[in-house]
């Protein structure tokens, strides 16, 4: 059973246009949540994380939506840029069960100029 | 450069066979993960070490085992491998509990 979905494969946007990849789960233990981006060959870069306690959380160009009610978090990325261009991961932890990541599937972004 | 290094890149080896994988977490950081990430599963984490001490199990199987030692680096230990243990493995380190994971670049395991 995922606890952690990502519903879109994949997301085309133009240069200059927000992004906005979605994410949903189901374990409501979850208290911390991260937004990864994976280029092939590489390992996953943290990009953005959240606490349950906060509602939104903003760096640079991503910001990062948490609905509690919903079980539902977003990253925008504004503006978008070709190299955004990468598979997206979402991932949650409870601190109650210790500090592992359950990640999602990925999101590709491909972001055209 | 997320600081983490996983050692090989590669390893090819044939079922029934044994073989370690290595991590360098970041320094400072003393939680060190490990995690499989095969076609139809996605990352799945595997066993967590904090400070030499296991902290946490997920999905390993009985012929995983892991280990971190007194510097903090940790080797990954798979045996009486089979075809679908070919996966990419990649490890990641965080200072503490509920700060982000850097992960490394990963080894990919090819079983024949």
């Known amino acids: 059973d995922q606890q952690v979905k990502q519903n879109s494969p994949s997301l085309s946007v133009q240069e200059g246009r927000i992004s906005i990849l979605n994410c949903d789960y189901t374990?409501?233990?979850?208290?911390?949540f991260l937004w990864y981006k994976k280029y092939p060959a590489e390992g996953p870069t943290f990009l953005i994380s959240i606490s349950s306690i906060k509602d939104k959380n903003e760096d640079g160009r991503f910001t990062v939506f948490l609905n509690k009610s919903a079980k539902h978090l977003s990253l925008h990325i504004v503006p978008s840029q070709p190299g955004d261009s990468a598979v997206y991961f979402c991932a949650a932890s409870a601190i109650q069960a210790g500090t592992a990541l359950i990640f999602g599937k990925g999101t590709t972004l491909s972001v055209s100029s | 450069d997320s600081g983490v290094t996983q050692t090989p890149k590669h390893l090819i080896t044939a079922t029934g066979q044994r073989v370690t994988l290595r991590c360098s977490p970041r320094?400072?950081?003393?939680?060190v993960y490990w995690y499989q990430q095969s076609l139809d599963q996605g990352l799945q984490f595997l066993i967590q070490?904090?400070?030499?001490?296991?902290?946490a199990k997920g999905n390993i199987l009985e012929r995983f085992s892991a280990q971190q030692f007194p510097d903090l680096h940790s080797e990954l230990n798979l045996s009486s491998l089979e075809l679908g243990d070919s996966a990419l493995y990649f490890c990641a380190s965080s200072e503490d509990t509920h700060q982000p994971q850097h992960f490394g670049d990963g080894t990919r395991l090819s079983i024949l």
């Open positions: 374990n409501s233990m979850f208290d911390y």
């Open positions: 070490y904090y400070n030499g001490e296991e902290r």
């Open positions: 320094s400072g950081d003393l939680s």
